[in-house]
């Protein structure tokens, strides 16, 4: 019996996903949030996960981080589900190593047949040995080079000097080396890459009330509250005193 974990803050939802997976004999354990869906997915060893994106305490993309970063959990396939819309945070999900994205409101036939398709494919995997022997076949490496970026900009989010040389440097690869494959991945430069996750990350804890703007600012790594207003207003088009709910 395959086994999927859901991770949904909307009780409602979450009720009628298990209902769904149960329904097809599938052994389902829930959570609420993403610190919770980490600790249960440690201990019930999950085949899929199943998680919602914008939760409290933990949302989507740093229960990803820490599932990515740990040997025992870093290859569960992960499908997210989203009511957002927005570009940026659909490729920063793939980016950090999600294995696919359905955008609410979805079908059930859908999740299903997604959901079947991602367990049948990373079982062969481990019956050829794939995962556990060699990790090129199946990360490519400029993904790899995202994630430890995506990772290095994480741990260093507060520090407004954070730059293409500290990243390069921790990552043992030449400025211009790096910029080139950030290129060809993302379309986009490191400086870019670093702004626009530096925004997003303050964009979603101003959806989730969490702290003053001069906080979200000083934590995502700008150093003074009027350069993080013209950033946000010129990436997202409106000021972010006007994005709070």
Do not use: C, W
């Amino acid at each position: 019996m395959n086994k999927v974990l859901i991770i949904e803050d909307e009780v409602k939802l979450r009720e009628n996903i298990t209902e769904l997976f149960e329904s097809q004999q599938y052994q389902v354990a829930t959570a609420d949030n993403g610190k919770s869906g980490y600790d249960r997915a440690l201990k019930f060893a999950p085949d899929l996960i199943v998680s919602d994106v914008i939760m409290p305490e933990e949302d989507g993309f740093e229960l990803l981080l820490k599932l990515k970063n740990n040997p025992a959990t870093e290859f569960i396939p992960v499908i997210f589900l989203t009511a957002k819309t927005m570009m940026a945070s659909k490729i920063e999900g793939l980016q950090l190593g999600a294995d696919d994205y359905i955008m609410k409101p979805f079908s059930a036939e859908e999740l299903l047949v997604r959901s079947e398709n991602l367990i049948t494919k990373h079982q062969k995997m481990l019956k050829k040995g794939l995962i556990a022997v060699n990790e090129d076949n199946i990360i490519p490496k400029n993904e790899r080079l995202i994630r430890d970026i995506i990772q290095f900009i994480e741990e260093h989010l507060s520090d407004y000097n954070l730059s293409v040389d500290m990243i390069a440097k921790h990552l043992g690869i030449s400025k211009s080396t790096i910029q080139r494959k950030i290129k060809i991945s993302v379309n986009k430069n490191l400086n870019q890459l670093i702004r626009e996750y530096r925004l997003e990350k303050a964009r979603k804890m101003i959806e989730r009330n969490a702290g003053t703007l001069s906080d979200i600012a000083q934590t995502t790594g700008f150093n003074s509250l009027s350069y993080f207003s013209y950033s946000y207003k010129k990436f997202y088009g409106l000021a972010p005193s006007h994005a709070t709910r």
